[in-house]
């Protein structure tokens, strides 16, 4: 795995200049040449194999002991010699609100904590976090709840669709419901995100606040946080918007999550007055024509499958940066590579974005234009 900088090798051999090494040192001791059909050649062919797999394995173990090749384990002990970093995220669990309807009473009625609400099919359970009373009189509360499973499963439940209680319902309950979309939930952080993280960490020995730093404490707080940027609206005011994998937009449970996170005093300067939330949205539409050659090592079939691989790869890296400019001729290289002789790519067009801004897909319209000779 390459993460930028120079690719290293400590052992350079292939099994070529190994077979012709021991043939030159056998001939050299035994005073007879081995001519190619020699059977002797066929043993030293299995031992370079041998010996390139050792090397191969040697030259593993030697960039284990740099970051940017490091996987694994042997990346979480590299983590030690990195300000601030810790120990890789682990899986969280997706959150969101509850709104509990209960009946009203003169005494007050207690919500248990642990109470479970799922979806209609019972798949994703939501549990509350905490015991709360509703006073007499009162007919709702609204309580945090996490989902019982760490990871992305609970992710992406709109409002009203955790609504069914789970068990015996507590006295006085009528009905429940999420009123916020469920966010947070995050596999553990793979080892692409941990090596960012560990790279910006070094922007957190700073207590000035600098861009760099906000966006290494954003992405610590959540797996889910792939870009953030930091700007000074005014002296002493930061905003910091995010973005999270896949180039989505943060809701409100992230945000939340994240702004709680920047504003402990141990990493927010104290003068400084940190707000968190998504980047303005700059719609690009996707439109364009393509012909495939008429003589090709790809079958046309195939080409077509792969132009529509590059259509929602360019998509996906189009969105997953916020400032990234609108850039067409980042598709048209993607789609010449994929295999296309010829483009007329009506849409996008080039559109310079700032560090407060992000592109967010709209329509997207392939045409195939058929197949053409040279």
């Not at 319902?169 to 993280?197: I, K, M, Q």
Request: hydrophobic share 40%; net charge negative; proline share 6%.
């Amino acid at each position: 795995m390459r993460r930028g900088y120079p690719d290293i090798n400590f052992f350079d051999d292939t099994a070529e200049s190994l077979v012709s090494d021991y043939v030159t040192i056998y001939e050299s001791l035994m005073q007879r040449t081995l001519h190619p059909a020699d059977p002797l050649r066929m043993v030293f062919s299995a031992i370079a194999g041998a010996t390139l797999q050792t090397i191969e394995s040697f030259n593993f173990s030697g960039k284990q002991n740099f970051p940017r090749f490091a996987v694994g384990e042997f990346l979480d002990s590299l983590a030690e010699v990195f300000y601030k970093v810790g120990e890789r995220l682990e899986a969280k669990r997706a959150e969101t609100t509850l709104r509990f309807t209960v009946t009203s009473s003169e005494d007050a009625v207690m919500i248990p904590e642990g109470s479970a609400v799922s979806t209609v099919d019972g798949r994703v359970v939501f549990v509350t976090t905490q015991m709360t009373s509703v006073p007499p009189g009162e007919t709702e509360a609204r309580i945090p709840a996490e989902c019982m499973v760490a990871g992305i499963m609970g992710n992406g439940f709109v409002p009203g669709q955790i609504c069914r209680i789970v068990g015996e319902p507590f006295n006085g309950f009528v009905s429940v419901e999420n009123v916020t979309e469920t966010a947070g939930g995050s596999e553990a952080e793979d080892d692409d995100a941990y090596y960012e993280r560990m790279r910006l960490s070094m922007e957190g020995f700073s207590t000035a606040g600098p861009t760099e730093g906000y966006e290494f404490f954003a992405r610590s707080a959540s797996v889910l946080v792939s870009d953030a940027k930091a700007t000074t609206p005014a002296p002493g005011e930061v905003m910091v918007r995010i973005l999270l994998q896949g180039g989505e937009l943060p809701g409100e449970e992230i945000l939340r999550t994240v702004e709680k996170y920047l504003s402990d005093r141990t990493k927010r300067p104290l003068t400084d007055h940190v707000a968190v939330g998504a980047p303005e949205v700059a719609t690009f539409d996707v439109e364009f024509t393509y012909w495939l050659p008429a003589v090709s090592s790809k079958p046309a079939e195939v080409a077509r499958e792969d132009i529509r691989t590059a259509t929602d790869e360019y998509i996906l890296w189009q969105r997953s940066q916020i400032g990234r400019d609108i850039n067409p001729s980042k598709l048209y290289g993607m789609l010449m590579a994929a295999g296309a002789r010829r483009l007329k790519i009506n849409q996008p067009v080039f559109r310079v974005l700032d560090d407060t801004t992000v592109a967010v897909p709209g329509t997207i319209k392939v045409h195939d234009g058929g197949i053409e000779h040279d």
